[in-house]
């Protein structure tokens, strides 16, 4: 019994440096390729392209310099397909980010709504018991004895309660922005009675905004490590806290300012754990080259500017939300807001435009594994020259077919 085994021992690495350069059809066929990586000794091979980066708001050691890593495996991905998924979730970044500078912009207009009432009363010079005052007979002492010719004079001079009514209702205080009030007020209410603002409105709709971005990423995040993840679960249940403010805004404006309170404080220690990564010099920046360059500046210096602009916002929003809840508000307050807001503008367009960057460098990548693939099928196969080998075991005789590359220049020299 003849058992024929036709069994292929080839070396890739001979067929692209062995041979001399000026005999050789491979080598020529490199010396005009794109994605070459010379050996510096007279050999050079195919290169395939760099897979890149995407970027999220953690430090992921592994994740930056290895590549990404398979659900609930170290193994590293490197196939198309996977590297394809990846693409397509950069989309869903964008997404994201794209909601995410939405958000900030509601949430600075929040801040700056606002701004004429604060100068209103700033004005007027209203105390702080007056301000936070929830009855009718405080404010009319306030404006009969607290102020000097506010009070209109035909106001003033009348003799009717109408004319008093219809100036107390429309004219004495800052344009109201209420957008729905109960139809039959409750004279009896133990407290506020709910109503919609625009205030609210935005308010509502930025801490949304908020949400539906930790929620996208927390699903992004699944194969990241557990640090990514906690990061994004902060984000969502500080935007939880903050539905539940927006909320209670003119329902109940002290548990509205706690619940604030407690978003602002999730957000701030989001920040200040970033920015502590950035300082150890570990973060996502790291795998971009130093002279990778964005409307002028690299992107570790853009990421700075991000985190930095973000610690700024979130830390300061912290420190004045703990002020609202002893009803303290004013004119000041209204500006430091208004600046907090523009910080997390600054943090959510930097955000928004790398995302973008990193789309832009897998479409890069794609076409160059396209090309990187058209030109390893250009490079010409070595002719293989086979040799049969007979040989006997336990009675069996077996013929082995072994195939070698040519000789090398050196191998003659033998």
């Known amino acids: 019994m003849t058992v024929i085994d036709a069994e292929t021992a080839t070396d890739a690495d001979p067929q692209f440096k ?10 020529e066929e490199l010396e005009d390729a794109a994605f070459v990586n010379d050996k510096g000794d007279g050999t050079a091979s195919l290169m395939k392209p760099k897979k890149p980066t995407r970027h999220h708001r953690a430090r992921d050691s592994t994740y930056n310099h290895d590549g990404d890593r398979v659900d609930g495996d170290d193994a590293l991905v490197e196939d198309y397909d996977e590297t394809m998924s990846a693409f397509q979730a950069q989309k869903w970044h964008i997404t994201s980010a794209a909601i995410f500078v939405i958000a900030s912009l509601l949430y600075l207009a929040m801040a700056c709504m606002i701004m004429d009432t604060y100068v209103h009363y700033f004005k007027m010079k209203v105390p702080r018991e007056v301000y936070w005052a929830d009855d009718d007979a405080t404010w009319w002492t306030f404006f009969i004895n607290g102020t ?23 004219t004495a205080f800052p344009e109201d922005d209420i957008v729905w009030l109960p139809r039959i007020a409750n004279a009896d209410a133990p407290g506020y009675e709910p109503y919609v603002s625009k205030y609210m409105i935005l308010y509502f ?10 929620v996208i990423e927390i699903v992004l995040a699944r194969g990241y490590s557990m ?8 984000m969502l249940l500080a935007a939880c ?3 539940v403010s927006a909320i209670l805004t003119n329902k109940s404006p002290l548990w509205s300012n706690i619940a604030n309170c407690a978003s602002c404080n999730l957000w701030a220690l989001e920040a200040i754990v970033i920015v502590a990564q950035r300082l ?8 971009y080259d130093e002279g990778t360059k964005m409307l002028c500046w690299n992107i570790r210096t853009w990421f700075w500017i991000a985190d930095i602009s973000f610690l700024i916002g979130t830390v300061g929003d912290a420190l004045t939300s703990w002020i609202y809840i002893f009803e303290y508000d004013n004119l ?22 790398v995302s973008i960057y990193d789309w832009q460098q897998y479409k890069i990548y794609f076409e160059n594994l396209g090309e990187y693939e058209r030109e390893l099928k250009a490079v010409p196969a070595v002719p293989v020259k086979e040799a049969a080998t007979a040989v006997e075991t336990n009675g069996i005789t077996e013929t082995t077919a072994s195939s070698t590359a040519p000789p090398s220049k050196e191998d003659d020299s033998c």
């Open 18 to 27: 062995d041979e001399p350069k000026g005999d050789n059809p491979q080598q």
């Open 148 to 170: 000097d010719n506010y009070i209109p004079d035909d106001v003033n001079n009348a003799d009717d309660d109408y004319s008093w009514y219809q100036w107390y209702n429309e």
């Open 205 to 214: 709709l930025a801490a949304l905004g908020f949400m539906i971005t930790g």
């Open 227 to 234: 640090m990514i993840q906690i990061l994004y679960y902060i």
């Open 241 to 243: 806290f903050g539905m």
């Open 280 to 287: 150890r010099g570990s973060g996502e920046a790291a795998e």
């Open 332 to 353: 000041y307050l209204g500006v430091g807001a208004m600046v907090f807001a523009l910080m997390w503008q600054i943090c959510a367009f930097v955000y928004f435009a």
